[in-house]
Structure formats: C-alpha cells, structure tokens
C-alpha cells in the first residue's frame, strides 16, 4: 500500500522559508509523477508545483521564483522548498504522488504571519 508522509510545515514570518519533505513508502520512480498541492480556508485545492519521472518541473504562477520541487531518489523522498514566504501561502500542503492512480499524503500546515 501507498504511503506518502509529510513533514516540515509550520508557523514563520513572512519572508521566511521552509522545506517541505514527503517520504513515500516506495522508490518514487514507480510514480509517473510527484506533486505538491495546497488548499488554503474556503479555496480549492491547487496544484503548487509538479516533478515528473523524466525531471521536468512545473510551478503555478505565484511561487515561481520562490518555490523549488526536488527529490532525492536515495530517500524516496521529494522536497519543496520555500523561500519569500508570503501569507498568501498560508494553506495545508499535501504531497501527490501519480500513478493511475492518485495517492495523497495526510497534510502539512504551513502558516505565514504577516
């Protein structure tokens, strides 16, 4: 069974930074692609930031420049670290994994004071 584990969230100031980590219980090139979603209060979940299989990398508008999706295969891990913090970053990060199937981590909360 597939289990993606998120960690590295928390509370920091605007202009700040953190790294997201999602552990996935698996090597991580089984999934065709690897993701970060978030969902902020009374918003839709969005797509954040995405890593394919073959490395290619994708980020919405607002975090260009800020954010960066990596991995190390070593681990089975896969990372979005965060830099320039805003509060409209303020959400719940989930890590994505894809394969067919769609498989979902549990959660981080990221909260950025202003």
């Known amino acids: 069974q597939v289990q993606l584990v998120e960690s590295g969230g928390g509370l920091v100031q605007a202009g700040g930074s953190l790294r997201l980590a999602c552990v996935v219980s698996?090597?991580?090139?089984?999934?065709?692609?690897m993701g970060w979603y978030r969902q902020a209060p009374g918003k839709q979940r969005e797509l954040v930031a995405s890593?394919?299989?073959?490395?290619?990398?994708n980020y919405v508008e607002s975090v260009k420049g800020r954010f960066t999706i990596s991995r190390d295969t070593s681990k089975n891990t896969v990372y979005l670290q965060m830099h320039s913090l805003k509060s409209e970053d303020t959400a719940v990060y989930y890590c994505n994994a894809q394969r067919g199937a769609s498989y979902w981590g549990q959660g981080t909360q990221v909260t950025v004071s202003s």
């Open positions: 890593l394919t299989r073959d490395g290619s990398t």
């Open positions: 698996g090597n991580i090139f089984w999934f065709s692609a």
